[in-house]
């Protein structure tokens, strides 16, 4: 399973980005999409989850201004990110759980994947 992180940037304060995230491998389904991330000197954490029903959770700290979403069909999850302000400046990971596919003859799963990091800096 490879993941593609993409769309980060730099953007002034109250501005917007969309990040993306296609999983890859010859998959057939993907449990839970996640994004998390990463300030220099902080932990990783969680920002927002979506499962493949559709149902979302987010961090306080991000409720009303991002917003989780995915196409099954794609493999691919977006966080559309609103109202940015300096405190959201991080590396942001996605990540994927449970993802089952077929490859070689072989049915797979793949509990825990993580994607590379794609950076986003919102200048004050």
């Known amino acids: 399973v490879q993941l593609q992180a993409s769309g980060g940037g730099l953007v002034q304060t109250g501005g917007s980005l969309t990040l993306s995230c296609v999983a890859s491998?010859?998959?057939?389904?993907?449990?839970?999409m996640n994004w998390h991330r990463q300030a220099p000197g902080k932990e990783r954490e969680l920002v927002a989850a979506?499962?493949?029903?559709?149902?979302?959770t987010y961090a306080d700290s991000v409720k009303g201004r991002f917003t989780i979403s995915r196409n099954n069909a794609k493999n691919t999850a977006y966080l559309q990110m609103n109202n940015l302000k300096p405190e959201d400046t991080a590396v942001y990971y996605c990540?994927?759980?449970?993802?089952?596919?077929?490859?070689?003859?072989?049915?797979?799963?793949?509990?825990?994947?993580w994607g590379q990091g794609t950076l986003v800096t919102v200048s004050s």
């Open positions: 990540n994927a759980q449970g993802v089952r596919g077929y490859y070689s003859g072989t049915y797979y799963y793949s509990a825990d994947s």
């Open positions: 979506i499962t493949r029903g559709d149902s979302q």
């Open positions: 491998g010859s998959i057939s389904s993907v449990d839970t």
